[in-house]
């Protein structure tokens, strides 16, 4: 079974509106890590957000948020006042604490800003 | 935030000889790295997880003979590709944590072109 599932392949977005990127991951483990990585053309890998598995809150980074829904086991990146430098692959990704090293990747989902 | 570094950032070479990727961190001992493939508009691909000082995890269908993996430092790891082809041409890039840490942080990427 896929551990990170990413549903959305390509995604448009208008510039200055709102975005929501989804996430669902698949693990027994009770302890584990949820990240989103940016990645542009250039190639680099650009960590943008982490929640962790018992973190009450949703994590919030400036203009990214995580919708963390554990019992539906989502992670749903939200980038609100999209701007044109957000047009990127985006990658959801997960740690298992337990197991420990590896992390699994989503297929990524490749957003759009439109002007 | 820890920087890891790698180099070279894109190589051509002849097919049939060997090319070596280094992937240092800088600023903190990594004590495990993680390499990944990326063949365009997919998803990162885990290749093999080596921890210092110790051999190299392989993936199942990974070559262990053609994909050199070498983590002889806190600071560096290296991944050589052996008598490459031209199907061997990709995106590789590294990632690297340390211990007790919660994320990876990924080197800028090699991109290798074998003709």
């Known amino acids: 079974a896929q551990k990170i599932t990413q549903t959305q392949p390509g995604m448009f977005v208008q510039e200055k509106e709102a975005v929501t990127l989804d996430c669902t991951y698949d693990?027994?483990?009770?302890?584990?890590?949820l990240f989103w990585y940016k990645q542009p053309s250039s190639g680099e890998m650009i960590f943008l957000i982490y929640?962790?598995?018992?973190?009450?809150q949703n994590a919030t980074e400036g203009r990214y948020s995580l919708n963390f829904q554990k019992a539906r086991k989502s992670a749903n990146l939200v980038i609100s006042a999209s701007q044109l430098g957000d047009s990127a692959m985006y990658f959801c990704?997960?740690?298992?604490?337990?197991?420990?090293?590896?992390?699994?990747f989503g297929t990524g989902t490749s957003l759009t800003v439109i002007p | 935030g820890a920087v890891v570094s790698q180099h070279p950032s894109w190589v051509i070479c002849k097919s049939g000889t060997s090319v070596k990727i280094e992937c240092r961190s800088l600023?903190?001992?990594?004590?495990?790295m993680f390499w990944y493939r990326q063949f365009p508009k997919q998803s990162l691909m885990l290749m093999a997880t080596?921890?210092?000082?110790?051999?190299?995890?392989?993936e199942q269908g990974v070559e262990k003979d053609k994909f050199l993996i070498n983590h002889a430092s806190l600071t560096l790891s290296t991944l050589t590709v052996t008598s490459a082809h031209p199907e061997d041409s990709s995106f590789y890039i590294c990632?690297?944590?340390?211990?007790?840490?919660?994320?990876?942080?990924f080197g800028q990427g090699t991109r290798l072109t074998v003709v």
């Open positions: 990704a997960m740690r298992e604490v337990v197991t420990g090293n590896q992390f699994y």
């Open positions: 990632s690297a944590s340390f211990r007790g840490g919660r994320q990876a942080f």
């Open positions: 080596s921890n210092e000082g110790s051999k190299a995890t392989y």
């Open positions: 693990t027994s483990d009770p302890s584990y890590g």
């Open positions: 929640q962790g598995s018992y973190d009450q």
């Open positions: 600023d903190f001992q990594a004590t495990t």
